[in-house]
Structures are given as structure tokens and as C-alpha cells.
């Protein structure tokens, strides 16, 4: 029986004492929820801790997950910062975050920030097409979304499902922008649905063409020169009938623990620096306007040499949202 | 037989307390099932009960109800005059032996055997002494350090035993302990079990389905059949005297038969069987009512191998034997009478040139008082 | 036995089910009853459910595959069962051991693997179309269920191994003296034996593969599985019908309990108490036969753990970017060592709490299962710990986070929120696995030992839990195992600093990160071999029936 009561009192104890980890005085640490690479995360964090002292926790998980767990924990928030949200995850959930204006405010194009500070820009994701090389000769590679239904590359088009991804759903608003929200639009969208392999994960995307698995896969700029760079023998397209840039943004959780560290941390990760750095090692595009991008990376363009959607409405894509999935949903249920 | 002299002297000066049981009108079900139906009994303090019936006719059931392993819907248990119903076995100051031995296998022989005293608080220096008294007692010194799987059937069931009594209990029960034993094995263990018993007087309720091993060894027998007690009564009380055709059945084998009264004699009453005329004790019964009888084969004597002097007042038949069986000790046939009217025959004359041939007709009979009637 | 301490602690245990468990889970299981537009209860989301074509597909395709995967592992478990615990085959340790390894490797690894192998341009597939083979692809059905197969087979395995070992000898003796072959005494006696195990290794199976989402999502492709719409449903940004999401979670969950009412049906029938007197002979085989039989069981146990060793391998190699190079590298070991040592230590610690705290409560639970039968607090117990099984493991953390973060007992955000979810989850396995136990232990021995003047409570520790301490022990290793490949819940719930192993090989596979997941793996399944060895060695000998 002795040896069965030490055997627990070590266990007690142990407990305890991992569970009283020395409190960080306030300011000392700052807890980030985000959905960026780990790697990306892990370099952030460690520079930020180099230049401010402030400790960084980091929480990665999908952005489905995040925002899940951040409405969870409303009445008692854990987490300071909310790190590679989409926009619209931003906005959709606008009660959830603190107004901080960052130094960095004004560096940011308009279309990037939120006007009253509740988010602010961080990266921007180019919608772009994604080939393999030995599958699709770079001459008949598709150049634009309307490339993408001709009955040729039935099978071949791998796209994320909308409804799980927000990247995707930014796609198929460029397409119906392009193609019309009307009859005649919807139809070309269930052609591409049809046609498509869809995948439930939009990373599978980009990975499946990598590997051969899809010839084609409709992805996210970052995603694919990742792969590019990598050494892979991949193509990447910038649809020549335009495309849009998806905004991920950062935002300070209302009522956290830390908001003066959180605030710094907004600040640092969105400095010049720090910014360029990020493009440099992971080919994240920086949603500020004085960064020379195309200079940085070999074969990504500037974002004045994209051709990018005119009159592409943010606000009605945004409200339209739930419709358009739902209608998604419909068709996917249908043809699938 | 050394064995057992040897136990009886290493245990004359162990004396525990000891004490009498009252069982009043206990019933114990298992859903639908009535297992143990109004029992009562009363035990004496020493003496050696045993709960003999076929498997299923709740002996077991009612040992554990005395165990407190099991709690009777009705009724009442008394240890001396001490009502048993809220104490928890383990409170109740019981010895018990299981069917399956149940020798912890994590343990020791020694350490089996101080499970109990360790358990009751016993004083430390008195544990050892005890324990050593205990497994010499059943012949197991030397073997303190095995561990159970080291052991024999007999050995374990040694173990189980010293096991039980070392602590002293008031009451010992003991589970079919000899069931998982071979045939030789069992006869010499349950001498021993008798004869520890009778030295320790501690009272002690025994179960088993041995009609054999329960008339060997008991002070007293109560015979149980579907959760009731049939009978109770000394050995030779329910062997020769048996209450109901069950327990005529059960004790024993016996020649079970059924007939129509045809005449009375004066000291005796003829009843015909598919035929056969037989002579049974004197009743006041009209010619035609049907009566149950049961003669045991021992009361037979094939009249030519008998002493003319013994064959008096026997009456007497004849038949042709249908089949024979010789044990050595005694000789078994099967004697038929007329088509359908086959009785058990044991002759215990041993001369093998008198030993009867299948085929043979031989005349033999029996005393008329020692067939036992009863009335449906 | 009418001891008052066992109807205590089986309330208790009720209670703490109810509190950390159904409470939380009703409260975001409401959901499934209600819609945006309808009012505070609705059964729409029932109805869309049984109106969409999809859905229906997504149901019978879950059902199919997991009945198929069912089967599979049957025909591959069982035999192998067979020849380890009747045949001398070489290294017997080794091959339980391995053949534990599956479970331990995260689904989506091994998925991203038979990919790599066996995908449309996968290595294999293009050996095979070289050699003439017509080989299209791994994806659709036929993958789902042999990766399913590969990965779940040791739950067939491991249990009739343990059910093969018990049947009384002289059973199968008899059979044979009654003039009946040794494949037919296998067919008409040893094997509806052993149906019983063979039924609850099945039954984990497909419990397991009806529930997986990881492997679904990557080689189902486009087709329609329960779990996967579910997952996804739940997980999305914004979903565009939050109440489906607990819909499907309610189907998934009546299809796993009504498998599991179909089960018991069956076991009532069946209960074949087996006296384990006579345990079998192990039979010895001439040198070729034993060879071949050798070779089988390592045959098949290798095969199932080419994703690991083909993770093992990508681990070692050099990655640029998410983009593997057949160049030799210590790049991701040292990564994940150095830059992520931490995980490593949180995994084992966790894992270790929550076995430990699952024995506490689960062996006990065992107990009043088995030996408290027909009791009203053991049929309240068995139904409570049925529904840990049945729970998706994202949709228990998000019922915990809410239910923990306010309130008298504030766990949301610290490492015991996850302990207690792997508690909740596990506790289940472990007393299924000490009930199985004791029914092959006398009771007469914890009856002798009251008679002796120990207590009730006292016997369970000094005689019982001495007496089940190798099942114990084996059950609890494969708690910790599968604790640490835990990966729905602790994605939900994990607060900062305490990332496991799994979730950083979950972000290195998202993040198309290949390199350290492998390295994860790897050193993972490395060091719980050494252990698992060990106590696989221990344990022969000892009658222990895992799970």
C-alpha cells in the first residue's frame, strides 16, 4: 500500500507543480491563435520574444477550429491574439475583437484594414492555378477560369470544397463576379463543379499536384510557390481574367489577458521587417503597400503586375456568403 | 492413517470458541428461481452437519446465505443466539472452504495461510507459531515457500484447510472440498477432514452431492432437493429409514416398484407387480389400491448360498439373472422376475465358484419388514 | 455482494460521467433539434438529412466500408490469431508487438503514405503499370478498406489471440476424437468459440473506421462519408447549417450504438464461460512448416507498418519547402528536437495521467460490470461508459471548453482539461478490458478472502487488482498508445505550451510539412516499442486478454 501512495503523491505533486507554471507577469507573455504554418509561427514568435521580451504562445490549428474555440472561450477569453483569420472570419464574428489602431495602420492599403481597428491585414493570398508539368505541357497550361470548364481537363481540375475553406470560397467569388450571379454563371459553376475533383482540405490541393495526384488544382499563390521553390515541378498560373487577393488578418481578442503585449505583437508582425522576412522565407505576399514584393522572389509578380477582378464587391461576397454555399452544397449533393 | 494420528496430535491444544447455528424459515431467489425454499435447521454447537442433494437443489446457495456471501429475501440466520442479517461476511467470524480451492496464486503456502490472521489483527508474535502449527497440522512443513502453482489438487486443498482453521473461526463451512479430487484421494482426505473435526470440535456445515462421502463422515444429514430440506437425521437414520421416494432414490440404490394390493396375509400383505406377487409389511389396505414400495438390494439373500438357519421368515423368488456385475467386496445382478420386473440383487457372499452366470435362475428372497412404502 | 462501498463507487463514477461528460455534450447537442429560421425544437435538419441523395450515400458508404473493413480484418486477424497462439512460430513477442504498431501510427500519416505509394502516380502504381499491371489508383472503396484493414487488423488480432488461448483444450480434443479434422474442428468449434472476441475486435473496428475522418478525407476523395461531412460541417469557418453538423454527429452516434446493441444481443446469447484448466499446447512444427508459418505472420505484420517505414524513411531525408529530395538529412530530427522537444515530454506525461487516472476509475468500473451484474447501478453504469465510444472527439472538446471555461471549476486552458478528455475517452477501453479479466477470474477467491476478515474494498486491492495486475497492465498500455495518437479532441482543447507529438505531425502534414511529422512518427512509435517489447514479454505466460 505504501509503495501505491508515494506512487501517487508523485503524481499529486507533479501535477501541482506543472500546473503552477511560474505566472508570467502580465506583459511578460502573450497568447496567439493561429492558422499560419507552424514554421511560420515558430519564427515570428521567436524574433518577437528576441526583440520585445515578451514570451509568445502559440495555438495552431484550421481556421474553422480557431474560430470555434475563440467563441468557446468567450467568457473567459484564453487566447490575446487571433492570428490568420480571413477577413471575413473577422468580420462575420465582429463583437469578438478589442479596436487597437496600430502604428502600422496607415502603411496598409485601405481595402486591407478595418476602418474602426478591429482587424488589421497581414498577408494576402493570390487566388492562382497550380499545374504538374510532366501532366500538362506549360504551352496548353489553363490561363484563365475559363479554362478551367472546357471539357478537356474533366477530372483533372482539383478545387477545395467551399464550404470548408475560406480560400475557396474567395475562388468561387471570382468566378461568379466574373461569370455573373445569374442563371448562365451558376451554370458555368456547376460545370466546374462537375468536373472537378473536390478535395475537403484546400492544403490537398496543392500537395496533390505536387505529387501528381490532380494535373490542375485551383490554389492559393503562397501554396504553390512553396512547392515551386521547393524544387517541385510545378507551373503556377495568375489568371489572366483576373483574380483577387483574400485577406488574412489579426486581431486582439476582447477581454484578453494581455492586451499590451497583444498590441505589440499586432505591431510587430505586421512591421516592415518583420514582413519582409516572412515573404523571403515562406513567399507570404505582405498586405502593406511599400513593400517591393516582386523584387523579393524570383517569379512572383508585384501586386501591380496581377491582373486583378475590377468592381470586385467585398461587402456583397461577403453578405452573399451563406447563399451561395448553400447553393454549392445543393449542386455537390446533386452531382456527387 | 499415520496422517491422520499425527494431526490429531499436533492440534490437542488449539481450542477455539465454537458455536451453534439457527436457520429459521430462510428463502433466497434468483429472479424466478427459488433456490433455497423456507429452510430451517438447527445446528449444535461441534457438531460435523452436512448438506447433501443433487447439484442444483440449493445447498451451495444456502452455505453462502450462512457465509453472508448472499443475502436470503426471507428468514433469519442466528450464530448462538446472534441474529447474522446486517453483518457483512467479512465480519462474520466464519471459516469456509471452496470447491475450487481458491489458494490465492499471488501468494506463498505461508502467506495463504497468515492472509486470515494478518486480516483479523492477530498479535504478531503469536502469527507465525500459528501458521506453523497450522501447516504442519495439514501435513505441508516444507512446502511454506511453494507457490500454489507448484502444488497438487491435494496439496492446494491442504492449504485451503489450514487456511480456514487457523484463524479459529467459530463456524466452519466447507464447499464441496473434495470435488476437484481423485477417487483415492478423496476418501483419505475426508477421514482426515472427519477426524480434525472431531478434534477441534469447531461446528462445521459440510455440502456436497456424495450420498457416500456425506454418510462417512457427518454427525448429521440434511438431504435437500429443489431448495427444500427433504430429511434430516443421523446417517443410518436417513439410509435405512429414508422420509419420501426422494430421498430413498438419492441415499443409496434401491429397487423402486409400484403394484396392486391382492391379499392380506397375517403378518403380511401381498401386492402384485406386472404379475409378480411380492410380500410387503402388514397394512389395512382393500384388495386393488395401487402402493409404492422400495426394497434395497443388500436386503436380498440368494437362498442356496445362505445358511438355512438365516432364510427363515424371508420370502422368497425366483428368477433368471439378466446380468452381473462383481466388485470384488460384493457381487451385483440384475434378477428378472417376469417380463418388465427386474430387481437389484447384492450378494456379498465372495466364494468365486458361487459367483451366479448371466442366464442362471437363481431363488433367493428377503424379510418383508425391511421394504419401505410409501404412500403417493 | 452487498457491499456498500461498490454501490458508492459506481455511483460516484456515474456522477462523474454525467458531469464531465453527458451535460456538456447535451447542451451542444441541442443543436441537432434546431434551426436558424424554426423555432427552439425542429426535426428539419432529420429531415434534410433523409432528403439529400448525398446523405443517404454518405450513410450507406460509411456503413459499407465500415462492415467491409469489418470483414477484412476477420480474415486477416483471426487466422494469424490462430498460428501465433497454437503454432511455435519464431519471435512471438515480436510479432504481438509489432502487430500493436498500427493503431499507434496516425491515420492521416498512413493515409498520406499509401498515397505516396500507391496514388495515381504513386511508387508502386507505377511499378505495377511497368510490369503490365492495370493498377489505377488506391482511392475509392478498395483503399478505404485496406487502409482500414492495415491499420485496424490488430484489433481482430489481439483479441482472438487472447480468446485462442483460453479455449479449453479438451475441447478441441473431443471435436477431434469425434472424427473431425483439424479444419474442421477449427470451423465447427474453435472458431464460434471465439466469436465472441473475434465480435468485440470487430465491432472496435468498425466502431473505429465509421468514426475516422483522416483517411475518408484524403482516399475517399469525393466520396460521401458520414464522419467526413461531419468533421467538416463541424470544423468549417462559417458553417452554413451549424445544426447539421450535430445531426450527423447524432447518426454517427446511432450508428455505432445501435452496432454495439446488435453486439451485446449477441454475447447474451453466447456467453461461453470457458474453464481455462486445460489451456492449449503449443504445437510444434517440422523446420519448413515453421519457416513458412514464420514467415506468414511476419509477412503480414510488415506489411501493415510500410506507412511507418516509409515514414521512417521521408524522415531522414531532405525537405525543401514541403517538397521531398532523396538526399540523407538529420534536418527534421533536429527541428523536431530542438525547436519542439516539448511536444515529446507533453505527449508522455499526458498520456501517463490519463492512463493512470483511467485504471483508477476504469478497473473498479470493470468490477461492478462483472461482478455486480443485474444491478440497477451496474446497468446504469454500462450504459453511461458506453458513451464515451460514441463521441466524436472534436464535438467532446468543444463541449468541454464551454462547459470548463466558467463557473466553480475553471479547466478550460490548462493541461488537466485534456487529461480529463483523454480520461473521459479511454476510461471506457479499460474497463471493458478488466471486465473481460475477471470473468476469467474465480470469484471464490475474493470470497475467500472475505471469509478471512478482510473487508470488501480491502480484498478488490489486495486480491483482485494483485490477480488482473498483467491484464491490467496490458490494458493500460494500450490506453497510453492510443492516448497518444489522440489527435480530435487535443486539437480543440490543447492550451498554449502544451502541443503533443500528434499535433505537431497534424501540423506538419497540413502544412505539407512531411519531413517533421515523419520525425514525430518516428521517434514516437521508437520509443514505445522498447516499452511495449518489454511488457509483451512480461506478459506471456500470464493469462491476460487485452482490451
Known amino acids: 500500500m505504501k509503495k501505491y501512495i508515494s506512487f501517487f503523491v508523485f503524481f499529486a505533486v507533479l501535477g501541482v507543480m506543472l500546473s503552477l507554471q511560474p505566472p508570467a507577469a502580465v506583459g511578460k507573455e502573450v497568447v496567439v491563435y493561429s492558422t499560419n504554418l507552424q514554421k511560420v509561427n515558430e519564427m515570428v514568435a521567436e524574433d518577437f520574444e528576441k526583440e520585445t521580451g515578451i514570451k509568445v504562445h502559440m495555438y495552431r490549428a484550421g481556421s474553422g477550429i480557431t474560430i470555434k474555440k475563440i467563441k468557446a472561450e468567450k467568457d473567459r477569453p484564453l487566447g490575446d491574439v487571433g492570428w490568420g483569420l480571413s477577413k471575413i472570419i473577422c468580420e462575420n464574428n465582429i463583437d469578438l475583437w478589442q479596436p487597437y489602431k496600430s502604428v502600422n495602420f496607415d502603411a496598409t492599403p485601405a481595402a486591407y484594414r478595418d476602418p474602426q481597428y478591429r482587424w488589421l491585414g497581414q498577408m494576402l493570398h493570390v487566388m492562382v492555378l497550380m499545374y504538374h508539368r510532366d501532366l500538362v505541357k506549360d504551352a496548353e497550361a489553363p490561363r484563365t477560369w475559363a479554362d478551367l470548364i472546357k471539357p478537356k481537363w474533366k477530372d483533372k481540375v482539383a478545387y477545395c470544397n467551399p464550404n470548408n475553406s475560406g480560400s475557396a470560397y474567395t475562388q468561387l467569388s471570382i468566378m461568379l463576379a466574373l461569370w455573373g450571379d445569374d442563371k448562365a454563371g451558376w451554370k458555368k459553376v456547376e460545370t466546374l463543379l462537375t468536373n472537378a475533383k473536390i478535395t475537403q482540405q484546400s492544403s490537398l490541393v496543392p500537395k496533390g499536384v505536387n505529387e501528381g495526384e490532380f494535373p490542375i488544382g485551383i490554389t492559393m499563390e503562397y501554396a504553390a510557390h512553396r512547392f515551386k521553390a521547393g524544387g517541385a515541378n510545378v507551373g503556377v498560373v495568375y489568371p489572366e481574367d483576373g483574380t483577387v487577393a483574400y485577406t488574412e488578418a489579426g486581431t486582439i481578442i476582447k477581454g484578453c489577458k494581455n492586451p499590451e503585449a497583444a498590441k505589440k505583437f499586432i505591431d510587430f508582425s505586421t512591421s516592415k521587417e518583420e514582413r519582409m522576412k516572412i515573404v523571403k522565407n515562406f513567399l507570404r505576399r505582405p498586405a502593406r503597400s511599400d513593400i517591393d514584393f516582386g523584387g523579393l522572389v524570383k517569379g512572383m509578380p508585384a501586386l501591380s503586375q496581377i491582373t486583378l477582378v475590377k468592381d470586385y464587391d467585398r461587402p456583397y461576397w461577403s453578405k452573399r456568403r451563406p447563399e451561395v454555399l448553400k447553393q454549392v452544397k445543393d449542386i455537390l449533393l446533386r452531382v456527387k | 492413517m499415520q496422517g491422520v494420528s499425527y494431526l490429531l496430535h499436533s492440534f490437542s491444544e488449539v481450542s477455539g470458541h465454537t458455536m451453534s447455528l439457527k436457520i429459521v424459515g430462510v428463502t433466497k431467489r434468483f429472479g424466478d428461481l427459488v433456490a433455497v425454499n423456507r429452510v430451517s435447521l438447527e445446528i449444535e454447537t461441534g457438531e460435523f452437519f452436512t448438506l447433501l442433494g443433487p447439484s442444483g437443489c440449493g445447498k451451495t446457495t444456502l452455505l453462502r446465505s450462512i457465509a453472508g456471501f448472499n443475502r436470503p429475501e426471507e428468514g433469519e440466520i442466528y450464530f448462538d443466539e446472534k441474529k447474522m442479517k446486517n453483518i457483512p461476511p467479512h465480519k462474520r467470524d466464519v471459516g469456509m472452504v471452496f470447491q475450487n480451492y481458491a489458494v490465492f496464486p499471488h501468494l506463498a503456502v505461508y502467506n495463504n495461510v497468515i492472509y486470515g490472521l494478518k486480516a483479523k489483527k492477530t498479535p504478531s508474535q503469536e502469527i507465525e507459531p500459528r501458521a506453523l502449527k497450522a501447516i504442519e497440522m495439514v501435513r505441508l512443513k516444507g512446502l511454506e515457500k511453494r507457490l500454489p502453482s507448484q502444488l497438487s489438487g491435494g496439496q492446494l486443498q491442504r492449504v485451503a484447510i489450514a487456511r480456514a482453521l487457523v484463524v479459529e473461526p467459530e463456524v466452519l463451512l466447507m464447499d464441496e472440498p473434495l470435488s476437484n479430487l481423485d477417487a483415492k484421494l478423496r476418501i483419505e482426505t475426508r477421514s482426515e477432514i472427519r477426524a480434525l473435526q472431531q478434534k477441534l470440535k469447531t461446528t462445521t456445515i459440510y455440502v456436497t452431492h456424495d450420498q457416500e462421502e456425506a454418510l462417512a463422515i457427518s454427525d448429521r444429514i440434511a438431504v435437500m432437493d429443489f431448495g427444500k430440506i427433504q430429511q434430516v437425521g443421523r446417517p443410518w437414520e436417513i439410509y435405512t429409514n429414508p422420509a419420501n421416494r426422494f430421498v430413498a432414490e438419492f441415499i443409496g440404490t434401491t429397487n423402486f416398484l409400484e403394484g396392486e394390493v391382492v391379499s392380506e396375509n397375517e403378518d403380511s400383505t401381498l401386492v402384485s407387480v406386472k404379475g409378480v406377487e411380492l410380500a410387503i409389511p402388514k397394512l389395512e389396505k382393500s384388495k386393488g389400491s395401487r402402493i409404492s414400495f422400495a426394497i434395497r438390494p443388500e436386503a436380498f439373500r440368494v437362498l442356496e448360498d445362505t445358511k438355512p438357519s438365516l432364510t427363515k421368515g424371508l420370502f422368497s423368488l425366483k428368477g433368471r439373472i439378466s446380468s452381473v456385475e462383481y466388485l470384488g467386496t460384493l457381487t451385483k445382478y440384475e434378477i428378472e422376475l417376469a417380463e418388465g420386473v427386474i430387481l437389484k440383487v447384492n450378494s456379498y457372499d465372495i466364494e468365486p465358484d458361487r459367483i451366479k452366470q448371466r442366464g442362471e435362475t437363481v431363488e433367493f428372497g428377503y424379510d418383508p419388514k425391511r421394504v419401505l412404502i410409501y404412500e403417493d | ?547
Not at chain 3, 503514405?113 to 499491371?133: A, D, N
Not at chain 3, 477470474?441 to 489486495?462: H, N, R
Open chain 3, 1 to 547: 455482494m452487498q457491499s456498500p462501498f461498490w454501490r458508492l463507487t459506481a455511483l460516484l463514477i456515474i456522477i462523474v460521467f454525467v458531469f464531465f461528460l453527458i451535460i456538456p455534450i447535451v447542451r451542444i447537442m441541442k443543436g441537432s433539434f434546431q434551426t436558424e429560421e424554426a423555432g427552439p425544437f425542429t426535426l428539419k435538419n432529420y429531415k434534410d438529412f433523409a432528403s439529400y441523395r448525398s446523405y443517404w450515400r454518405s450513410f450507406f458508404n460509411s456503413v459499407f466500408i465500415g462492415l467491409a473493413s469489418a470483414i477484412t480484418t476477420i480474415l486477416v486477424g483471426v487466422p494469424l490469431a490462430f498460428i501465433v497462439s497454437r503454432w511455435n512460430v519464431a519471435g512471438k513477442a515480436l510479432i504481438i508487438t509489432l502487430s500493436t504498431l498500427p493503431l499507434m501510427l496516425p491515420s492521416f500519416i498512413s493515409a498520406f503514405v499509401w498515397v505516396i505509394l500507391l496514388g495515381r502516380q504513386g511508387m508502386i502504381t507505377h511499378f505495377l503499370r511497368s510490369i503490365g499491371i492495370p493498377f489505377e489508383s488506391i482511392y475509392g472503396y478498395f483503399g478505404l478498406i485496406f487502409v482500414f484493414t492495415c491499420q485496424l487488423y490488430p484489433y481482430v488480432f489481439l483479441m482472438s489471440l487472447s480468446a485462442f488461448s483460453t479455449i479449453d483444450e479438451s475441447i478441441e480434443e473431443a471435436a477431434k476424437v469425434l472424427g473431425s479434422s483439424p479444419l474442421r474442428t477449427f470451423i465447427t468449434v474453435s472458431f464460434p468459440l471465439i466469436t465472441p472476441s473475434i465480435l468485440s475486435g470487430a465491432m472496435l473496428v468498425f466502431m473505429t473506421s465509421v468514426e475516422n475522418f483522416g483517411v475518408p478525407m484524403i482516399i475517399g476523395e469525393q466520396m460521401p462519408i458520414l464522419a467526413v461531412q461531419a468533421y467538416v460541417q463541424f470544423t468549417s469557418e462559417i458553417g452554413t447549417h451549424p445544426g447539421m453538423a450535430h445531426t450527423m454527429g447524432i447518426i454517427l452516434i446511432l450508428i455505432t450504438m445501435t452496432s454495439l446493441v446488435v453486439q451485446r444481443h449477441y454475447l447474451a446469447k453466447r456467453n461461453f464461460i470457458q474453464s481455462a484448466r486445460g489451456r492449449p499446447l503449443v504445437k510444434g512444427l517440422p523446420p519448413l512448416k515453421k519457416l513458412a508459418a514464420s514467415s506468414y505472420c511476419y509477412l503480414i505484420v510488415f506489411f501493415a507498418l510500410i506507412p511507418f517505414f516509409v515514414a521512417m524513411v521521408i524522415s531522414f531525408m531532405e525537405m525543401r519547402g514541403p517538397v521531398i529530395h532523396a538526399k540523407f538529412s538529420l534536418e527534421s530530427y533536429i527541428y523536431a528536437f530542438t525547436r519542439s522537444a516539448r511536444p515529446i515530454f507533453n505527449s508522455y506525461f499526458l498520456a501517463t495521467v490519463a492512463t493512470l487516472v483511467s485504471v483508477l476509475i476504469g478497473v473498479p468500473a470493470g468490477y461492478i460490470l462483472t461482478r455486480h451484474q443485474k444491478t440497477a447501478y451496474s446497468g446504469a453504469l454500462d450504459i453511461v461508459i458506453m458513451l464515451p465510444f460514441v463521441v466524436a472527439g472534436t464535438v467532446l472538446g468543444i463541449a468541454l471548453t464551454i462547459a470548463f471555461n466558467k463557473g466553480i471549476l475553471i479547466l478550460t486552458g490548462t493541461w488537466m482539461i485534456l487529461a480529463l478528455s483523454y480520461t473521459i475517452r479511454k476510461m471506457p477501453f479499460v474497463a471493458r478490458s478488466s471486465s473481460s479479466i475477471l470473468y476469467q477470474l474465480d470469484p471464490e477467491l475474493e470470497e475467500a478472502s472475505i471469509s478471512l476478515g478482510v473487508s470488501p474494498m480491502k480484498t478488490f486491492f489486495k486480491v483482485t487488482v494483485r490477480l488482473m495486475f498483467g491484464g491490467i497492465l496490458a490494458g493500460a498500455i494500450l490506453t497510453w498508445v492510443t492516448i497518444i495518437s489522440e489527435l480530435s479532441s487535443t486539437i480543440v482543447l490543447y492550451p498554449p505550451g502544451w502541443s503533443t507529438m500528434i499535433i505537431e505531425m497534424f501540423q506538419g502534414v497540413i502544412s505539407d510539412d512531411m519531413g517533421t511529422a515523419s520525425a514525430f512518427a518516428s521517434i514516437l512509435i521508437l520509443s514505445t516499442i522498447i516499452p511495449l517489447l518489454f511488457i509483451t514479454r512480461y506478459l506471456r505466460g500470464e493469462k491476460t486478454s487485452i482490451l
